[in-house]
């Protein structure tokens, strides 16, 4: 006879009970349980998760009427099951139901991808332990002739939307006529910036980002001055060091890598 594996009743309880507080208005009411302890649970459980992304996501959550928003918040708890028990990812779980399960609404804005994965940087940022485990470094070392190390905690971003002027007074329906480049980095007092960047600065960082066989800042803005269509790279050379500088004071370059001699 084959083996029919049935679940302790404790467990079906449990997994009832989970069921119709994700979905109070569909799922079968479980058993044994007052109404009123039931709804009491039911109200805490939106409640704290609600709360919880509604500061995650501030521009979001202002920017959508309080319908839209709790109903958005309710279909995340129906459809979506968490990989993670920490609060903290929370946030993170929402961006993956938003991106991969949520069914795309009429009434959402163009922009709400983009926008969500802004704000969800902001926290991915403020926690990040990327840069628990630095190489040796010259804090004051030249950035032209040595080779700048970036910050592990520096994101270089790119949107469609220019999501870091979003607000209730401004919500486009069309991208911009360029992309907004975009650096969310944490500085060496753990405070977390936004700083809007052109095309040339972003081509800079990333080029630093991946330099995986160590050229030096010099060698990197004469690649970007190569790119650029300079019949003289060295021209580039003051304003690359410029922005090199620039960065270096910002906390985004950390200073530059101490080679083996």
């Known amino acids: ?36 302890r039931m709804a009491i649970y039911c109200e805490l459980f939106f409640n704290n998760v609600e709360s919880l992304l509604a500061s995650n996501f501030p521009v979001l959550h202002t920017i959508l009427s309080n319908e839209h928003w709790r109903s958005m918040i309710r279909d995340f708890l129906i459809k979506h099951r968490c990989k993670t028990p920490h609060f903290l990812e929370l946030a993170e779980e929402f961006l993956l139901y938003l991106q991969q399960e949520r069914v795309v609404q009429d009434w959402e804005p163009p922009f709400m991808l983009e926008l969500a994965h802004y704000e969800w940087v902001e926290l991915a940022v403020s ?16 950035l032209l002739e040595g080779i700048p190390v970036v910050s592990p905690i520096v994101w270089n971003l790119s949107y469609q939307f220019p999501v870091h002027r979003i607000a209730l007074d401004f919500q486009p329906n069309v991208p911009g006529n360029e992309k907004s480049h975009l650096v969310v980095y944490r500085d060496c007092q753990d405070r977390v910036h936004f700083l809007e960047i052109n095309q040339v600065t972003q081509k800079l960082l990333k080029l630093l980002q991946d330099n995986n066989d ?15 269509g300079y019949a003289e790279p060295d021209q580039i050379l003051f304003v690359g060091q410029q922005m090199l500088l620039d960065l270096k004071h910002r906390d985004i370059i950390l200073g530059t890598l101490v080679t083996e001699r």
């Not at 160590?214 to 650029?228: M, N």
């Open 1 to 36: 006879m084959p083996n029919i594996s049935i679940e302790p009743e404790f467990i079906q309880q449990q997994l009832a009970f989970a069921a119709y507080i994700r979905d109070p208005d569909h799922a079968p009411y479980p058993a044994n349980i007052e109404k009123r």
């Open 127 to 142: 926690i990040s332990n990327a840069d628990a485990s630095l190489p040796i470094l010259e804090p004051n070392g030249n």
């Open 214 to 228: 160590q050229k030096t800042g010099r060698d990197i803005l004469h690649i970007i001055a190569t790119e650029l």
